[in-house]
């Protein structure tokens, strides 16, 4: 029982340390830390993001793809 349950809740919600919410998207873990100071707690090279952790982790890089827009132009 106790694998089961560990298995299922890495695949199912969010690796934000303390997040419980369901996984939306995955992401890079390497450029959600150094975007964003989000904790990851995943053992691979993705992370699983929430809904809400998502949309905090594309505004980061949203934001600096239009300030280097800014800069090249
Ligand atoms: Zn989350």
Avoid: F
């Avoid at 873990?29 to 975007?35: A, D, E, L, T």
């Amino acid at each position: 029982m106790k694998h089961e349950r560990k298995s299922k809740r890495r695949n199912k919600t969010c690796d934000v340390k303390g997040c419980d919410e369901d996984k939306k998207q995955s992401v890079p873990v390497g450029k959600v830390s150094k975007k964003t100071d989000l904790e990851i707690e995943a053992s691979g090279r993705n992370a699983y993001l929430c809904k809400k952790h998502w949309k905090k982790y594309k505004k980061a890089t949203k934001e600096e793809r239009e300030m280097r827009q800014l800069s090249w132009d």
